[in-house]
């Protein structure tokens, strides 16, 4: 009914920077917020930043001041730029939006997840 496909990962060396990028499709009504999780391998998933339909945003004390969240309403798209990543950043990157489609309220859809890798 609704799907998000993530884009943008990859290999980028410490210091570097980065965009992922995540377009929600079907059939969306609205959209209330979108944003992003991360999960390293034996680690437990982390939110990473969530920006609301009116645009305010929230972060992660880990990320906060190097990433950043951004939307396009006419593409039903977030981007997450990535700025100075550091190698605990390595992570797969995993997109939700917080949807609500016709005849139903909102709820969470979720990407299948891009990996970033990020070399010392």
């Known amino acids: 009914q609704v799907q998000l496909v993530e884009s943008g990962g990859g290999l980028v060396q410490a210091g570097g920077s980065l965009r992922v990028s995540c377009a929600a499709s079907g059939s969306i009504f609205s959209i209330n917020a979108m944003g992003w999780y991360r999960q390293a391998p034996g680690k437990s998933r982390e939110s990473v930043a969530v920006?609301?339909?009116?645009?305010?945003?929230n972060y992660a004390d880990s990320v906060k001041g190097r990433f950043t969240i951004s939307k396009d309403n006419a593409k039903n798209t977030t981007y997450l730029q990535m700025n100075s990543v550091k190698p605990e950043d390595t992570a797969v990157y995993y997109c939700?939006?917080?949807?609500?489609?016709?005849?139903?309220?909102?709820?969470?859809?979720w990407g299948k997840g891009t990996l970033v890798t990020v070399s010392s």
């Open positions: 920006i609301t339909s009116g645009g305010s945003t």
């Open positions: 939700y939006g917080v949807v609500r489609t016709i005849g139903d309220i909102p709820r969470a859809f």
